[in-house]
Structures are given as structure tokens and as C-alpha cells.
């Protein structure tokens, strides 16, 4: 059976593991630190290390760098206390095959630990460093969606692939394409953002591609084109659901064999720069209707990252409001030391349908107002128009009224077992879908246990569905 060391200076952590993986029969090793870690290593051969990350004598990157330099091939499991970006990403830059956020459960543990064994043959992911646009600036998110994010940021950084972030306007995906290329090979090059649907479509071939002296009337000189500036660097791509489709077969060549003509021009230029593209529109729907190139579609989508609405990451809104104050406290002078819980509770109920985006504009227009130290209600003049802030909740209200009279017309006698069984199918079949049918992440977002969870499934079947 395979051998696990469990390293963690908490002894009743490291007895827990010992009793819940020896029931399933794997022999458990442990350390208190980092040195005895190593030294264990060395003489057990494990299978599998899982490791707290915050240790006396030798803190646990380092740990894993260590262990990594003795095998190449072993698997780790970081644990960490606090879900921030930049350790989750640290983690995975120096190796690890995975993390888990205390406290945990039990099942989701047992999970990691025997895809980690059944995977460890196959060799580790590249990945970078913790999560940090070209900035300085840190990505907030400690809800599961955001976490599985920073781990394929870790993963796909280091290398050359092509990636597409979808999300809708506001969410931060040029945020999360500069920490991308911030954590690449290519940082010390340059960053090109190109928004497609900002400039108007008899310039855009112009501003990617440049053009020769008298190519169209005005064009009294050379002028070279995004993609020759960005030469060994990377360009990001935003609203490329925006692009011409005469631009996108030129946008194919390019990523085909790294070469391009000047507009007006018959000289072939090559280049060598990595995409990352970025849509907020169902690009699917465009492929299938021929306003996007299924050829480009399919180079672009090597990897797609799906940056969540803030609606559906509301356990990050906190940290974002916090993360804002002491931005805007830094840029305004200000000294203001947090928000009112009535405030934050009025926004943790609101729909925000500019996302991110909005948010940061109305605690920034709160902040310029705010003459205490604390924002309220006033400073930020919420709530917004009534409108606004009212269209989806009374959108919800009118659909589940509507779903209502529809039971009710039916005249069974079982109107109420029907009603909530129907609602609680296509609850449990959208958590699923959200999270790629992870079961064990579904039902931490449904605020249930993972068995609770299995009997809702096999009470309402899913076709196609395999557990993961």
C-alpha cells in the first residue's frame, strides 16, 4: 500500500491523518518540521507528502523545494490556513500537486489524496509564482471558484500556451492576463493590450498588423503594427468576440506560423508573440452562427479560464471593499478604517451587474464624500437607482411566481412535493455544471454535505454526469 508523510508541528493534526487515511489502509509517516520532513523523506520513500505550509526551523516552500530536489516524482499536498492567492500560486510554482484550505473536509481530502496517488506517474504541471498582476497589484478571491483559478494561473504561466479568459465586463480579465504574463518567461518583454472592440474596424487591421506607405488615403509613411512592437512578448486580446472576420484569418496565420503582412504590404514578417484573448460574449453562440471563426475559436481555446461574476463569488466581496480602502485611502490621504455592517450587508444582497468594476466605483465615490471612519450609506449614495438596483431581484420574483401558477394550474395533489423537487433538480444540475461536477465543491456551495448531496443526485438523475 502506498506510503504518506504527514507533516505538520500540530501533534494532533498529524494523529488525525495517521487515524483517517490508516482506515483506508494506507501507512501514514509523520514529521513535526520541515528538517525532520526531509530526513523522513529520505529513509521512508513516500508515495505522497501532505504539508502544512507555515512551520518552525524550515517554513514549508522551502520544505517542498527541498523534497523536490531529493524527488523529482513525489506528489505534495500543501495545507495552508489562510486561502490567499499568493500562497495557493506559491505553492504551485515550487511544485506542489495541490493545495487544501483548512479547515477541510474530510471527504474532499481523502479525494485529493487519491487522485494524487493515481496521478502521480504523470509529470507535474509547470507553474509560477503567487498571483500578482504586472502591477504589484493581488487578485482577491479565497472562494473555491477563485482558488481553482489561481491554480491554473500557476499552471499555465510558464509556458507558451494560447489562453482564453471569458467572463463578463467588469469581472478582471485583463487582471488576470497581466498576472499571467507577470509569472511568465516572457515578463521582461513587453505586455500589448489590444481592446478590438474599442477601435473602430478600418484602423484595427492597421493597429495589429501596421501598414505601408500609401495603403489607404493618409497613410503617408510605414507604420508598424502591434504585432511587430511585441516582438518575443505577449499581447492580450480583449473583446476578440469584437473582431472582424476578415482580421481573424489574419489573426489564424499569425498563430499558425508566427507570420503576417503589412496592410498594404507583400513581405511576409514573422513574429514571435503569445496571445491571451478575452471575450464577454457567448462565442460559442457566434461560432455557431459564422460571426467567429471556428478554426480561430479552436486556437485560441487551448486553455479558457472562466472568471465568475462577482453575484456568484460573494465570499470575496469583503476582501474587495478592504482591498479598495486602503487603495483609495493611499491615493485619496485618506484615513478611514472600514465600512458599516448595514452597508456591507446592502451590498452583500445586491446583484452587481458591473461587477468588479462596480464596485470599485462606489467605494471610490464613497471615499471622496466620507468625512468619518467609516463608510456609510451616505457617502456612497446607495442604494443606486431604484431601477438598478431592483431589475434582477423583481426578474427572480416574477419567474418563481410565474413557476408557482404553473404547479398550482396543474391540480395535482401533490402541487407542493412537485414544485420543490423540480426547483431543487435544477438547483443541484446548475451547482454541478458551475463546478465542472465536482461534487465536492458543489456541495460546499450549496451549503450541504457531499452525502447529502449524492442523495439529491440519485433522487434526481443527471445524464452524462460522472462523479468527481
Not at 412537485?418 to 455544471?433: G, I, T
Request: with cysteine; charged share 30%; net charge neutral.
Amino acid at each position: 500500500m502506498d506510503k504518506i508523510l504527514v507533516v505538520d508541528d500540530e501533534k494532533g493534526v498529524c494523529h488525525s491523518f495517521k487515524k483517517i487515511l490508516g482506515r483506508r489502509g494506507y501507512t501514514v509517516v509523520t514529521a513535526g518540521d520541515g528538517l525532520e520532513a526531509i530526513e523522513k523523506a529520505g529513509r521512508e520513500n513516500p508515495s505522497l507528502v501532505i504539508m502544512d505550509i507555515t512551520m518552525p526551523k524550515l517554513d514549508g516552500l522551502e520544505t517542498l523545494q527541498r523534497l523536490k530536489s531529493i524527488d523529482p516524482d513525489v506528489h505534495i499536498i500543501i495545507m495552508t490556513a489562510h486561502s490567499t492567492s499568493e500562497k495557493a500560486i506559491g505553492a504551485m510554482k515550487h511544485g506542489a500537486y495541490d493545495y487544501l484550505t483548512k479547515p477541510f473536509d474530510n471527504e474532499e481530502m481523502i479525494s485529493l489524496v487519491e487522485k494524487a496517488l493515481a496521478a502521480r506517474n504523470i509529470p507535474p504541471s509547470l507553474t509560477r509564482e503567487e498571483i500578482v498582476d504586472d502591477r504589484g497589484g493581488r487578485i482577491i478571491g479565497r472562494t473555491p471558484q477563485m482558488l481553482d483559478i489561481f491554480k491554473k494561473i500557476g499552471q499555465v504561466s510558464a509556458t507558451d500556451v494560447t489562453l482564453l479568459i471569458r467572463g463578463e465586463t467588469g469581472t478582471g480579465k485583463e487582471k488576470i492576463a497581466r498576472a499571467i504574463y507577470h509569472h511568465s518567461t516572457r515578463a521582461d518583454k513587453p505586455f500589448l493590450p489590444i481592446n478590438c472592440a474599442a477601435i473602430p474596424e478600418n484602423l484595427l487591421e492597421s493597429e495589429l498588423f501596421g501598414h505601408e506607405r500609401g495603403a489607404f488615403t493618409g497613410a503617408e509613411g510605414r507604420k508598424t503594427g502591434k504585432f511587430e512592437q511585441c516582438d518575443r512578448g505577449t499581447m492580450f486580446l480583449d473583446e476578440i468576440g469584437d473582431m472582424p472576420l476578415h482580421l481573424q484569418s489574419k489573426l489564424l496565420r499569425v498563430l499558425e506560423d508566427g507570420t503576417f503582412q503589412r496592410l498594404g504590404g507583400k513581405e511576409m514578417i514573422k513574429t514571435d508573440v503569445r496571445i491571451l484573448a478575452a471575450t464577454n460574449k457567448d462565442i460559442d453562440t457566434q461560432v455557431r452562427s459564422g460571426e467567429f471563426r471556428e478554426d480561430l475559436y479552436w486556437r485560441l481555446n487551448v486553455v479558457t479560464i472562466h472568471l465568475p461574476p462577482l453575484r456568484e463569488r460573494l465570499g470575496d466581496l469583503e476582501d474587495f471593499v478592504h482591498h479598495f480602502i486602503t487603495r483609495f485611502n493611499a491615493q485619496l490621504g485618506k484615513r478611514i478604517r472600514g465600512i458599516e455592517p448595514e452597508l456591507m450587508k446592502a451590498f452583500s444582497s445586491y446583484h452587481w451587474p458591473g461587477n468588479v468594476r462596480e464596485l470599485q466605483g462606489v467605494v471610490q465615490r464613497g471615499m471622496v464624500l466620507c468625512q468619518k471612519a467609516y463608510l456609510s450609506f451616505d457617502d456612497c449614495e446607495w442604494p443606486p437607482e431604484k431601477g438598478h438596483q431592483e431589475g434582477s431581484a423583481a426578474d427572480t420574483e416574477r419567474l418563481l411566481s410565474d413557476a408557482a401558477r404553473f404547479y398550482l394550474r396543474q391540480g395535482s395533489a401533490n402541487i407542493y412535493r412537485d414544485a420543490v423537487s423540480s426547483f431543487e433538480q435544477h438547483l443541484v444540475k446548475q451547482a454541478l455544471e458551475l463546478h465542472d461536477n465536482n461534487q465536492v465543491l458543489a456541495a460546499k456551495f450549496l451549503g450541504i454535505s457531499r452525502n447529502t448531496l449524492r442523495e439529491k443526485i440519485d433522487r434526481h438523475p443527471q445524464k452524462d454526469v460522472p462523479e468527481k
